[in-house]
């Protein structure tokens, strides 16, 4: 313990140990769990999306392939335009309405810029 707190590691496997995935979620944050003062389920969250967002780039830019982000960034949106639609048949509002309406845009963005990467 470190002023009454778990050491990074050990708070990253206690938060992760309730994911669906805590070998991979252990596996991805415990090296960048020592960069922070405090280790709890929000910092574990933050860690979380920032190797998502870092994956996900990685993954779509080594494709260099535009018909392949292209066809990425299509699925995406439509995984939240399929979301936001099972709440409108459940007369209700998504919580992250607002926020799939965002990603939503940005995922045409990427569509557009992906269609003028070169073909190899």
């Given at each position: 313990?470190?002023?009454?707190?778990?050491?990074?590691?050990?708070?990253?496997?206690?938060?992760?140990?309730?994911?669906?995935?805590?070998?991979?979620?252990?596996?991805?944050?415990?090296?960048?769990?020592?960069?922070?003062?405090?280790?709890?389920?929000?910092?574990?969250?933050?860690?979380?999306?920032?190797?998502?967002?870092?994956?996900?780039?990685?993954?779509?830019?080594?494709?260099?392939?535009?018909?392949?982000?292209?066809?990425?960034m299509?699925?995406?949106?439509?995984?939240?335009?399929?979301?936001?639609?099972?709440?409108?048949?459940?007369?209700?509002?998504?919580p992250?309405?607002?926020?799939?309406?965002?990603l939503?845009?940005?995922?045409?963005?990427?569509?557009?810029?992906?269609?003028?990467?070169?073909?190899?």
């Open positions: 313990m470190h002023r009454g707190r778990c050491l990074p590691v050990a708070a990253v496997a206690s938060v992760c140990k309730n994911t669906e995935f805590p070998d991979l979620c252990r596996g991805s944050l415990q090296k960048h769990a020592g960069k922070y003062d405090t280790v709890d389920s929000l910092t574990v969250l933050e860690m979380q999306v920032d190797a998502f967002k870092k994956q996900v780039r990685a993954h779509a830019i080594s494709f260099r392939d535009g018909i392949t982000i292209y066809a990425a299509t699925m995406a949106a439509q995984d939240m335009q399929n979301c936001d639609e099972e709440f409108r048949k459940a007369a209700a509002k998504s992250v309405c607002d926020l799939n309406r965002s939503i845009e940005m995922s045409e963005n990427c569509r557009a810029v992906s269609n003028m990467i070169p073909t190899r």
